[in-house]
């Protein structure tokens, strides 16, 4: 038997076929060019797709998408960073050209349930997740099972607000936000560490953050506390919502790794009522980018 697991990002797209046990035995990736939008993306899951299915013939498809879903049906409400997903129908499209049957669902629940089942997750309940990637989202796991609110979402994490005038999550923490800070950093402090990494790089400036804390940098420990803080702050409110017994932290950031997770574990209880003292164990996701491939193949298993 074979899966087909895909993953719809802001950033990357990613196609896998699994085994019957959900492993990965193939894999194609692709890097999104957000300018040529929905259209484009739809077009690079085309190419690899028909490239996969010459030599597999899934009997399901799990789909991670970048943005509210409607999970139900398959059908995409939007995209909170490509243009043209609105009201799109992505699990008929891809059921028409497949001949399989496909579940879709928000990437970072997606994520979470692989997270939750084959990662860091497995000995524990609830366990919430949240990454830190092109954009930011959450999901929760209970009792094994993605929570799912009322249509359209649940967990948007990313949209969480740090203050009144509307900061949310995603504008401070995410990688592109991240980035931007960055360059600002590389103007006004030229000569550390993080300046000397970043160079004349403009674009993905972060994955330079955990080798300038390793030098010990001043402004990337700046910059990393200030993550951390902000963070903290918001997964406050998870925690005091859903208490849960584990937090992972994935995304594109987490590769910072433990700088990043001590960083926040240190930071929350500040936040957290007495009674959830010293909140949820935190750790940094097993699965690294596999987390929503993985996630997919679970739930392409689960409804094949």
């Keep these: ?36 939008g929905a259209a484009g993306i739809r077009r690079q899951i085309e190419a690899g797709v028909e490239e996969l299915l010459a030599r597999h013939r899934p009997v399901a498809v799990g789909v991670g998408f970048g943005g509210p879903v409607d999970w139900r049906t398959g059908r995409a409400c939007r995209s909170h960073h490509i243009e043209g997903w609105s009201e799109f129908d992505l699990g008929g499209w891809l059921r028409r050209w497949t001949g399989a049957r496909v579940v879709v669902d928000n990437d970072a629940n997606v994520a979470a349930f692989g997270e939750a089942r084959r990662g860091a997750g497995r000995d524990f309940n609830p366990v919430f997740y949240f990454n830190l990637g092109s954009g930011v989202g959450g999901g929760l796991i209970v009792d094994g099972r993605i929570y799912h609110g009322a249509i359209p979402g649940e967990v948007e994490f990313g949209h969480v607000r740090l203050d009144r005038a509307g900061t949310t999550v995603e504008a401070r923490c995410s990688g592109w936000a991240v980035d931007a800070h960055l360059r600002t950093l590389k103007q006004t402090e030229p000569d ?43 997964l406050s409110h998870a ?15 987490s590769q910072v790794g433990e700088p990043l997770r001590a960083a926040v574990a240190g930071a ?37």
């Design 1 to 36: 038997m074979r899966l087909l697991g895909i993953e719809i990002g802001g950033t990357k797209l990613q196609i896998v076929v699994g085994d019957e046990s959900a492993a990965i035995v193939e894999r194609r990736r692709f890097t999104v060019e957000r300018a040529h």
């Design 239 to 253: 925690v005091h919502l859903f208490h849960p017994q584990l937090v992972v932290v994935g995304g594109g950031l």
């Design 192 to 234: 550390g560490a993080l300046a000397r990494l970043i160079g004349d790089a403009v674009g993905g400036e972060a994955r330079h953050l955990a080798g300038a804390l390793a030098q010990g940098d001043p402004a990337a420990k700046r910059v990393l506390d200030e993550l951390a803080g902000d963070v903290a702050f918001a």
């Design 268 to 304: 929350l209880p500040r936040f957290v009522m007495e009674a959830f003292w010293p909140g949820p164990e935190i750790c940094v996701a097993q699965l690294g980018e596999d987390a929503v491939p993985v996630g997919a193949l679970l739930l392409a298993q689960a409804n094949g």
